[in-house]
């Protein structure tokens, strides 16, 4: 059974930091993104890294505040989120792909909320 499990999420004020982190278990995954998800609105993508190695990808409104990492050893991956803004509000999800598929597995979330 695919679970994955974040954590991390909390409140805080503009210009701090927070730390997420997604357990994959279940099956053998190719790539692990993060998505947010603000109240009426759509859900984005944030961030995406390989489990192979390959190139991380980030969405431009987070890129070089974001650092999205994995430790393939406990098949979890971290969202470093520096210099939050308001607009960093959001649910946050972790979702899982296979290779030669769209995202399918997706974790409960969890929430972030940033202050003024």
């Known amino acids: 059974q695919v679970q994955l499990v974040e954590s991390g999420g909390g409140e805080v004020q503009a210009g701090g930091s927070l730390r997420l982190s997604c357990e994959a278990s279940?099956?053998?995954?190719?790539?692990m993104g993060w998505f947010r998800q603000a109240p009426g609105k759509e859900r984005d993508f944030v961030a995406s890294?390989?489990?192979?190695?390959?190139?991380?990808t980030y969405a431009d409104s987070v890129k070089g505040r974001f650092t999205v990492s994995r430790d393939n050893a406990k098949w979890t991956v971290y969202l470093q989120m520096n210099d939050l803004k308001p607009e960093d509000t959001g649910l946050y999800l972790c979702?899982?792909?296979?290779?030669?598929?769209?995202?399918?597995?997706w974790g409960q979330g969890t929430q972030v909320t940033v202050s003024s």
């Open positions: 979702s899982a792909k296979q290779r030669g598929y769209a995202y399918r597995f």
């Open positions: 279940g099956r053998d995954f190719s790539e």
């Open positions: 890294t390989d489990w192979s190695g390959g190139p991380t």
